[in-house]
Nanobody
Framework: VQLQASGGGLVQAGGSLRLSCAAS????????MSWFRQPPGRRREFVAA????????YYADSVKGRFTISRDNAKNTVYLQMNSLKPEDTAVYYC???????????????WGQGTQVTVSS
């Protein structure tokens, strides 16, 4: 599966952005989908994940209550709605597809190219 992330940009603290990750292929609905991010000078970290059906979601503590992951299997797309953004959310955001939900990036086989999110104070 090939993944294409989009929707990043520059936003002021307290603002919102919605990231999208479009997938090619007919097997999208069988994959768990996740978002990771890599802040400047730091390792890539888990942000959120959703199982294949969309029924179960998982979040890092740092984004819980502010970010929402969702998916539309008919459109082969997963979304990350980010509200109440903070400067510490500044990072390159990546989507990833895997057979199940993993919290470590090395478990995933398929990655999007990343989209930059910058939150100004």
């Amino acid at each position: 599966v090939q993944l294409q992330a989009s929707g990043g940009g520059l936003v002021q603290a307290g603002g919102s952005l919605r990231l999208s990750c479009a997938a090619s292929g007919q097997t999208f609905g069988t994959y768990a989908m996740s978002w990771f991010r890599q802040p400047p000078g730091r390792r890539r970290e888990f942000v959120a994940a959703v199982i294949w059906s969309g029924e179960d979601t998982y979040y890092a503590d740092s984004v819980k209550g502010r970010f929402t992951i969702s998916r539309d299997n008919a459109k082969n797309t997963v979304y990350l709605q980010m509200n109440s953004l903070k400067p510490e959310d500044t990072a390159v955001y990546y989507c990833a597809a895997g057979g199940t939900v993993w919290f470590n990036d090395y478990e995933y086989d398929y990655w999007g190219q990343g989209t930059q999110v910058t939150v100004s104070s």
